[in-house]
Nanobody, 128 residues
Framework: VPQPVESGGGSVQAGGSLRLSCAVS????????MGWFRQVPGKEREGVAG???????IYADSVKGRFTISQDNANDSLFLEMNSLKPEDTAMYYC??????????????????????WGQGTQVTVSS
């Protein structure tokens, strides 16, 4: 699986919006999962949103109604649209991918151990 490359992080005030992008090609794979995770120093990595090759999406309860995950396979891209941002959304955000049918298809929220290819991360900072 090619390594994802994230972009689009930055600093924003509470209530603002950011759009994260991830360049990763899933062409040639009939079954796969992609996801966005975030991590704050000293805490475990948290699943934020996921999408699979069937087009099904899943979200953490903390971001439902505010974040939207989408994929553009024609352009080998994964996106995370983040609206109504809160200071607690501040974290390093990571894009991840896995190929083949697996447990990621059955999750209610993304789990990091389902993924085996990770980007380097992009920082999101939300100030109050």
């Amino acid at each position: 699986v090619p390594q994802p490359v994230e972009s689009g992080g930055g600093s924003v005030q509470a209530g603002g919006s950011l759009r994260l992008s991830c360049a990763v090609s899933m062409r040639g794979y009939s079954a796969y999962c992609m996801g966005w995770f975030r991590q704050v120093p000293g805490k475990e990595r948290e699943g934020v949103a996921g999408v699979n090759s069937d087009g099904a999406t899943i979200y953490a309860d903390s971001v439902k109604g505010r974040f939207t995950i989408s994929q553009d396979n024609a352009n080998d891209s994964l996106f995370l649209e983040m609206n109504s941002l809160k200071p607690e959304d501040t974290a390093m955000y990571y894009c991840a991918a896995s190929v083949g049918w697996g447990a990621c298809f059955l999750r209610q929220t993304p789990e990091s151990y389902d993924f085996d290819s990770w980007g380097q991360g992009t920082q999101v900072t939300v100030s109050s």
